[in-house]
């Protein structure tokens, strides 16, 4: 289902670069050396927008800057195969591969998994690239059929777990609506830029889980618990510093059956 996704983006972008008068050779080989369908199609709206071409690059590389952090992620994946092994792995890594393969616990059946999915992604990719190109010579409007909005509701998909946790979902909320509100006033595929700026506020802006939490002058993670000066969590035990019948409570250093116990 994935590299079906990916083939109808690939066939959007295909067309939609035909259709805007590219040549064909454009898209083909972006899509075989480049491989990133997000980055390809922000490249080629921004360079069709007139941003010009350090814009489309900057874009790229920036849509492109989570990956170095997905191959630490795999870097076990290829371990121990040859420099040539390597390199197609290197031009394998997408979000959908690294999914799968941190997905597995064996290592060989990561191996496979990130793999069998890259190569998957790359032929689907390629595959619907020539189909959009051979059909956006007939089509007037690609966009008339809505591919375009495949590419959208793939992303969607794949970051809609994530959203579960709060400071994400803070982050890609504001990301959004900086975009949003630049889009009537820069070049196509800058907003997407302009809308890290929420990623970087709500990177400021902290977690939850620090050293102190919202449920009073110590948090629930952090280095005392909610319950008194000295909670669940910490040194001493929600019992005071003395235990219901002893002179120790039963966590503190002499237990139940210590020097002075419940009797």
């Not at 993670?221 to 001493?236: C, E, I, R, V």
Request: proline share 6%.
């Amino acid at each position: 289902m994935v590299g079906l996704a990916i083939g109808v983006v690939g066939v959007s972008f295909g067309a939609i670069a035909i259709s805007r008068g590219e040549p064909a050779w454009v898209p083909l080989t972006m899509s075989l050396t480049v491989f990133a369908a997000g980055a390809q199609l922000a490249a080629l709206d921004i360079t069709l927008g007139g941003g010009g071409t350090a814009a489309a690059v900057a874009a790229g590389l920036v849509l492109n800057a989570r990956l170095p952090l997905f191959g630490l992620a795999v870097a076990d994946v290829l371990g121990g195969v040859r420099w040539p092994a390597r390199l197609l792995g290197s031009h394998a890594l997408v979000d959908q591969s690294a999914a799968f393969a941190l997905a597995q616990r064996e290592p060989a059946r990561r191996r496979a998994a990130f793999f069998v999915c890259g190569a998957l992604l790359y032929v689907m990719w390629n595959l619907g690239t020539l189909l959009g190109v051979v059909a956006g010579r007939a089509m007037g409007d690609p966009g008339a059929l809505g591919l375009d909005a495949a590419e959208p509701m793939v992303l969607l998909a794949l970051v809609l777990p994530a959203l579960r946790e709060p400071r994400t979902r803070r982050a890609a909320l504001l990301g959004a609506a900086i975009a949003l509100g630049c889009t009537p006033f820069l070049p196509g595929g800058l907003p997407v830029l302009v809308a890290l700026v929420g990623v970087a506020a709500a990177a400021a802006g902290g977690g939850t889980g620090g050293s102190r939490g919202a449920g009073g002058p110590h948090g629930t993670g952090g280095s005392h618990d909610t319950g008194g000066p000295h909670g669940t969590g910490g040194s001493h035990d929600t019992g005071g510093a003395r235990g219901p019948g002893g002179t120790h409570d039963t966590d503190g250093s002499h237990g139940a059956a210590g020097a002075e116990g419940n009797a």
